[in-house]
């Protein structure tokens, strides 16, 4: 499975874009990025994930770079409730269940 | 439509003793995968079943075996418990487990091992 790289820590201001980067390096062509967040004593919850393209939903966008090399979890407009662990994980490829969390970046949202 | 639902929510056992956690997954989803979550060790892959049979496993001991009935449902069983073992047991579902899945969290069972 890839291991992903991200910083442990950033703050952003309430009302801005988040951009939260994550490195994977070793991501081979059939593995997934997926984003997932957990706010203190809660089970993880599912943000986002892609493959190569750039996704969108109501929470976020992916970008991905060409090279699939690194992606960047984008929150457009973050609010104190996004504060929380945003783990990036690349998802082992064929049929698995398994997912890899690192130690994830905490982002902590100021007013 | 329901998400995944664990219980106990909140359990304290003693040293020695046996715990049994259950998950029902997500309505249609037939993998259930475990996790445990440590402060020291962060979230770890338990095992992960699929159709009642394991098909993956992480690096616990055989202290900690699970298993899946036929409606999905699922649970997981640490025995001879130790202290170490207190920590946030997480189960999470899908389709199939298959690549690009969507992974759903319940909220999971907190385990205090006295």
């Known amino acids: 499975d890839a291991k992903t790289t991200q910083p442990p820590s950033m703050d952003c201001a309430e009302g801005r874009a988040a951009n939260l980067p994550c490195n994977h390096s070793t991501i081979s062509g059939n593995e997934y990025v997926y984003w997932y967040r957990q706010i203190h004593s809660q089970g993880p919850q599912y943000i986002i994930h892609?493959?190569?393209n750039n996704e969108t939903n109501e929470m976020a966008s992916l970008i991905i770079t060409e090279d699939r090399k690194s992606s960047t979890l984008i929150l457009p407009h973050a609010t104190l409730r996004d504060t929380a662990v945003y783990y990036c994980?690349?998802?082992?490829?064929?049929?698995?269940?398994?997912?890899?969390f690192g130690q994830g970046t905490t982002l902590q949202v100021k007013p | 439509k329901a998400g995944v639902t664990q219980t106990p929510r909140y359990l304290i056992k003693t040293r020695g003793q046996q715990v049994t956690l259950s998950c029902s997954p997500i309505?249609?989803?037939?993998?259930v995968s475990w996790y445990q979550q440590t402060p020291g060790q962060g979230l770890q892959f338990l095992f992960e079943?699929?159709?009642?049979?394991?098909?993956n496993k992480g690096n616990f001991p055989g202290r900690f075996s699970g298993r899946q009935f036929s409606n999905s449902r699922s649970e997981m069983n640490v025995s001879t418990l130790e202290l170490g073992d207190s920590a946030l047991y997480l189960c999470a579902s899908s389709y199939t487990g298959g690549a690009g899945n969507t992974i759903y969290f319940g909220e999971g069972s907190w385990l205090t091992v006295v």
């Open positions: 994980i690349v998802s082992g490829s064929g049929n698995t269940g398994k997912l890899i």
């Open positions: 892609g493959l190569k």
């Open positions: 079943y699929f159709s009642e049979t394991q098909r």
């Open positions: 309505s249609g989803h037939r993998s």
